[in-house]
């Protein structure tokens, strides 16, 4: 009993925490639980940039091949790293008390994040980094100030830092902010980057509730079933019609 309190207590701490909100408007992600080529891209770049830090823990490796339409051999040469098996959960072998000692926070379990932060919160969130020197890893970000994640997506995005142009704003000149651009030193270009986070955030929106996807599908299959019957059943009234009309 005290447990549940306890844990209610918490998530009414966690919502409220939450209401105070993000200090920039959202982008909306564009994203897609039926784009199958989408989602295993997510997956790629979950296990190459996150699972250093973040665990999966509730998620089975076979559950995502299952789901995603990859095939077990090529999941396992491509997706696992460090010889699990295709049965484990998606975890990694960092402490939660390392985490924090080496950056001062531990990197939460992401397999429900999506459900937590909401797909538009984690889209606009990678995409919102940048450089600012007085941090420890030279970054801050804009949807998380502070935060204690250092930008993992560099080498794709390059460094993203604040953009100001000159500007007349009432007859003065003023230096105003037009958003976060990157030096170009990454591999990715600005769109080819926002749709790899995309990828990325349908991937955890998939992971934080890996039914979705089956009751979608299913409801096609019975959509389909339904048309059959339809058709089945008029055929058969035309039949037993026939010879009274
Ligand atoms: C080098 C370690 C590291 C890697 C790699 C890393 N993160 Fe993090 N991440 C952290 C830490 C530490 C925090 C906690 C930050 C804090 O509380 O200040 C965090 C926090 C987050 C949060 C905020 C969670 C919340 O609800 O508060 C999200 C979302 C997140 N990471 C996503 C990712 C994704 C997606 C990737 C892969 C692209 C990734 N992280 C890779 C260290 C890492």
């Known amino acids: 009993m005290m447990k549940k309190l306890l844990s209610a207590a918490a998530l009414l701490a966690s919502s409220l925490a939450m209401a105070a909100g993000p200090t920039i408007p959202l982008d909306k992600a564009p994203i897609d639980l039926t784009d199958k080529a989408s989602l295993q891209n997510g997956a790629k770049l979950f296990q190459n940039y996150c699972l250093g830090c973040h665990q999966m823990q509730y998620q089975r490796y076979s559950r995502t091949f299952r ?7 090529v999941g396992m040469a491509n997706l696992m790293f460090t010889g ?3 049965g484990d959960h998606i975890t990694n072998n960092m402490s939660g008390k390392d985490g924090e000692k080496w950056f001062g926070a531990t990197p939460p379990d992401l397999t429900n994040v999506a459900r937590v932060r909401g797909p538009d919160w ?3 969130y990678l995409r ?4 600012d020197p007085s ?3 030279g970054v801050n970000n804009d949807v998380f100030p502070m935060v204690g994640m250092p930008h993992v997506l560099q080498e794709l995005q390059g460094l993203p830092y604040k953009a100001y142009e000159t500007r007349l704003v009432d007859g003065e000149s003023k230096q105003v902010y037009v958003g976060i651009k990157t ?3 990454g591999e990715l270009s600005t769109e080819e980057y926002d749709r790899a986070v995309a990828d990325l955030v349908n991937y955890l929106e998939y992971v934080g509730e890996p039914t979705k996807l089956e009751s979608r599908e299913l409801g096609v299959k019975v959509m389909v079933f339904l048309l059959i019957f ?3 059943a008029y055929l058969l009234k035309k039949e037993y019609w026939r010879d009274v009309h």
Not at 128 to 131: E, L, M, V
């Open 84 to 86: 699990e098996k295709v």
């Open 67 to 73: 789901d995603l339409d990859i095939p077990e051999d």
């Open 230 to 232: 339809f058709v089945l």
């Open 183 to 185: 030096d170009g030193t």
């Open 135 to 137: 941090r420890p890893f």
């Open 122 to 124: 984690l889209y606009t």
């Open 128 to 131: 919102s980094f940048y450089a």
